[in-house]
């Protein structure tokens, strides 16, 4: 059995899904009702798909901080839920990584519908080896990153989250920039679902047809 000392924790960064609320992109393109929609499927089936008590511990770390996870979402058995906090993205991001028992961390986006549990196996599986480990979106940014947290104690890493220009195709860059000196390892590349077309790009994946661009 794995020692608690050196237990995995998988994050889940999530907005708590509200009409009108979040996602202002998709919305102009779906419409409210469907965009609530989809964000309560999609951290619905995310939760259900990667529960996997005995693997990781599960939290979900959510925002704003006052609000509770709807009834229509239940949370897994064995899953704790986390406050994001005040601050801009990277501050919110740095509060787990710093706060949380000792062990590999992975963190997650809540808004990829691509992202399945052999990425999150996969990527515990590289911190056994290397320090860092990121899932590139194609926008520029991120869905996934992961840090061993070891020896550095976690409350006195130093992490890349300052001078990150978030929201933008810069975002991974300026990661990966704050962490020149280390050994880094690259996952797939996955779709962050901002808008209706980041919709029909993940079905004509899915589905194995040729993207526009083709």
Known sequence: MRSRSFERHL??????????QGKRRLARDLGELATWRFQRRQLDSLLRRLNRPGCW???????PDQLALPSAIPLPSGAQ????GRGDLGQRMAR?????????LVMIGADIPGIEVDDVRQ??????RRPWIFGPADDGGYWLIGARRRPVAPAAMRLPFDGVRWGS?????????????KDVV????????????DLAR???RRAGAPSAAA
């Open 57 to 63: 511990r599960l939290w979900l770390c959510l925002t």
């Open 96 to 104: 787990p990584f710093r706060r949380l028992p000792p062990g590999p």
């Open 11 to 20: 994050v889940i960064m999530a907005r708590v899904p509200r009409l009108c």
């Open 123 to 128: 990527a515990f599986h590289c911190l056994g």
């Open 169 to 181: 195709r810069h975002a991974l860059g300026d990661t990966l920039g704050e962490l020149a000196d």
């Open 186 to 197: 690259l996952l797939r590349e996955l779709i962050d679902v901002d808008t209706a077309a």
């Open 81 to 84: 839920i986390l406050r994001q």
């Open 202 to 204: 993940i079905t004509r």
